[in-house]
């Protein structure tokens, strides 16, 4: 299970380093894709297994379906750990969640999230846990 929240920095070859209480959950192996909300979901491997076969299922015939597997699963990359327990961000993911220099590293159960760090500050102060906990039945 992820949780916390995390500040890290990129280095200038996009590499990552993961807090290690993550790392853990994470050393048999993770895929890292584009997120909702314009950031990262790293997912240990077998919980993105679970989840792509999820989308894989759904219909072909539904532009909505074809465009959301198409963001979340040909986005997707294995990522590995180094000695340093960095792992390396593509380009590309890089670029659509604008990450340079600090990010946020944030668990969220069964995945890790990654953020531009004042992405993530503004996000945070546009929501609170009383407004959205008012509108899920929990």
Do not use: Q
Not at 40 to 67: G, H, Q
Not at 71 to 88: H, S, T
Request: glycine share 6%; with cysteine; net charge neutral.
């Amino acid at each position: 299970m992820f949780v916390g929240e995390y500040t890290h920095s990129i280095d200038d070859k996009g590499r990552l380093a993961i807090p290690a209480k993550m790392r853990r959950d994470l050393e048999d192996g993770a895929v890292v894709t584009r997120g909702i909300d314009t950031c990262l979901f790293v997912y240990p491997k077998n919980e993105w297994l679970k989840l792509a076969e999820k989308i894989a299922a759904l219909p072909l015939s539904d532009p909505k379906a074809r465009s959301f597997s198409r963001l979340m699963l040909a986005g997707a990359m294995e990522v590995e750990f180094d000695k340093l327990g960095r792992i390396l961000l593509p380009s590309y993911l890089r670029d659509y969640a604008t990450l340079k220099g600090e990010v946020t590293v944030a668990g969220v159960f069964n995945r890790v999230e990654i953020w531009e760090k004042k992405a993530w500050e503004t996000y945070k102060s546009a929501h609170s846990v009383e407004e959205d906990l008012s509108t899920l039945n929990i």
